[in-house]
């Protein structure tokens, strides 16, 4: 059987889930329409998804379109689980990006529209709440084009706008299609195209990403939403049937069952299947395969080229892990958190414990030192790892203030040489450089000469774990580590003594050439009324903020994330209540006009 699978996208309360529960409706999966303030929807089934009201782990549901099977994804809107996002759009073949029509764009709309144009993805845009009092369409139009794409194709107008009664009224849309494409402006004035022509340009275009529909309705009444079943099969690509399994892992469930996407080939239960992480490979068979078949419903069989399949095999499953015939890796389309905090509990388990949740989100760094670390993108994912441990496994736990993860960098080029003999405890000559190496983004470079094996793999190893806490305590980035001395005493020698001299050597030509402490900064878009433009900017200031676009209410620009989240608490205040900030990662600067942060114990523990 054809399929699609398709994602769901947007800013937080936009409609995404109520979106989800019409389609499925449309399309006969299910008897009524849930609400997410019932919180009886066939996506957010997790107790703590309904009591907060918003999507936290994506959901695959299924329905049928003619002859093809439809696997859709809800995707959490808010910006602490962009990872969630990641997974999904790397096995998506389009996503939908529902933008309110009472809202309008708005700043996490944003940041997703940048990653789809990217990534190619083809786009549809539903613009929800048609229905809604205050419910725009012209102005809005104006404003999509300017501040997500201009490469828009209408494909109706609007009656009764604001009104329980609006509806979708089918235009023309010709002109449209020929201002983007000039073989297509030549058949638009020289002869007489057809509704089916238009369409048919349309789906071209929109598959390859190009040009993007816009459908108004309203998930609420149901408005226009008949059209955009039809647009789902219409407008993205559907996959057909291909040899040569590849599959990709792109989900943990905590009951340990992996979700993948077929890329081709199939998969079924019994079968003895390669499993690929890094350099790493196995054989293992699958115990059972499981595919959705009817909203959230899985049922047990073979999954195809294309489909979307839940599967229990080898145990120690990780999201990314690939099935078959080994392929390119997904890149990451969003920034690693730049976060962390101190996980506390008076619980022996809580460090296997948020293993295991790292497992189901591998941006959850867990490190283990005199303390226990997390990574995070936010205060709320704090809270939700919490309710997690509480719930799932029976840890109450707590947590320290949210500090930032900041990188060092080489200030300058230093060596260091420790030769043989006294004063030396090892057996082992050392001289190492180091020097900046901007032309290597946060990696590095180990230049080794002739040594043994087992002696070069001891410089190498210790070189890169040294580098994970500089003379600062934070990893040192962008540099270069070249060995520029090395003499052992056969057969007296051993690994150990290079793998403990290389460290003091190391540290000592990092001092050498001092290290700088970057932290991360945020590129932020801030929407607030206009008559409280002044006090914000103002408070902006203060926070370390440097604004690049002020127009009108909105406002860009980039700020300190350690400031980032003090501003959130003043930000209701100056704006009303109205005030709408999403921010992103966007670089690592030098710490200006504040001591540099320090690392949080983990990171200081153990000696080098």
């Not at 449309?26 to 849930?34: L, P, S």
């Not at 070249?482 to 150990?496: E, F, G, K, R």
Request: net charge negative.
């Amino acid at each position: 059987m054809k399929t699609v699978n398709i994602g769901i996208l947007a800013h937080v309360d936009a409609g995404k889930t109520s979106l989800t529960e019409r389609l499925l409706h449309a399309t006969g999966v299910i008897d009524h329409v849930g609400s997410v303030d019932r919180g009886d929807t066939q996506t957010d089934t997790d107790d703590l998804e309904r009591k907060r009201g918003i999507t936290i782990r994506s959901a695959v549901v299924a329905f049928t379109v003619g002859d093809v099977k439809v696997n859709l994804i809800d995707t959490p809107g808010h910006p602490d689980f962009i990872s969630e996002v990641e997974r999904a759009l790397a096995v998506l073949d389009g996503v939908i990006l529902v933008v309110s029509a009472v809202e309008g764009v708005q700043a996490h709309t944003r940041l997703l529209m940048r990653t789809l144009v990217r990534l190619g993805l083809p786009v549809l845009l539903f613009v929800n709440k048609i229905d809604r009092r205050g419910a725009r369409y012209a102005d809005l139009l104006a404003s999509i084009r300017t501040a997500l794409t201009p490469a828009l194709v209408p494909m109706s107008t609007v009656t009764d706008l604001g009104t329980r009664s609006a509806s979708p009224v089918p235009r023309g849309f010709a002109a449209d299609l020929a201002e983007h494409d000039d073989t297509f402006l030549a058949r638009y004035l020289d002869t007489t195209l057809t509704y089916d022509d238009c369409r048919a340009e349309l789906a071209r275009q929109s598959r390859a990403g190009r040009l993007h529909p816009v459908f108004f309705g309203s998930a609420v009444t149901g408005a226009g939403i008949p059209g955009l079943v039809d647009a789902i099969t219409r407008y993205f690509p559907v996959n057909h049937p291909a040899p040569d399994l590849r599959a990709t892992v792109f989900k943990i469930d905590r009951d340990g069952s992996a979700y993948v996407r077929l890329h081709s080939g199939t998969l079924a239960a019994r079968e003895k299947v390669d499993f690929h992480r890094g350099d790493t490979s196995l054989t293992a068979r699958l115990t059972s395969v499981l595919v959705f078949s009817h909203g959230s419903r899985t049922v047990a069989g073979v999954a195809g080229s294309g489909e979307i399949a839940k599967i229990r095999g080898p145990r120690d499953l990780r999201i990314g892990d690939q099935l078959g015939t080994p392929h390119p890796a997904a890149h990451h389309f969003f920034a690693p958190p730049t976060l962390e905090t101190v996980v506390e509990s008076p619980s022996p388990d809580l460090y296997d414990a948020l293993v295991q949740l790292s497992s189901q989100d591998p941006f959850i760094n867990v490190r283990k030192g005199s303390d226990i670390v997390v990574s995070l993108y936010g205060e709320v994912q704090k809270e939700v790892i919490a309710d997690t441990l509480l719930h799932d496994h029976g840890i109450p736990a707590t947590f320290s203030p949210t500090s930032v993860i900041c990188v060092e960098h080489p200030a300058g080029t230093g060596s260091a040489l420790v030769e043989m003999g006294a004063g030396n405890p090892f057996v082992a000559t050392v001289g190492l450089r180091v020097e900046p190496w901007p032309t290597r983004s946060y990696g590095l470079e180990v230049e080794l000469g002739s040594l043994p094996l087992a002696f070069h793999k001891a410089i190498e190893d210790t070189v890169l774990a040294t580098l994970a806490r500089g003379p600062h305590g934070w990893a040192v980035h962008d540099i270069r580590v070249t060995l520029t001395h090395c003499a052992y005493s056969s057969p007296v020698t051993v690994a150990a003594d290079f793998r403990g001299l290389a460290p003091l050597v190391l540290m000592e030509a990092l001092r050498s050439a001092g290290t700088t402490v970057l932290e991360p900064v945020a590129h932020f878009d801030l929407e607030v009324p206009v008559d409280t433009t002044s006090p914000v900017l103002a408070a902006l200031a203060a926070h370390g903020a440097v604004p690049e676009v002020v127009d009108g209410p909105l406002i860009e620009g980039t700020i300190p994330l350690r400031t980032v989240h003090a501003f959130t608490h003043l930000l209701p205040g100056l704006s009303h209540g109205e005030g709408v900030l999403v921010s992103r990662f966007d670089s690592y600067r030098p710490v200006v006009g504040a001591r540099a942060p320090s690392p949080v114990p983990a990171r200081r523990s153990g000696a080098v």
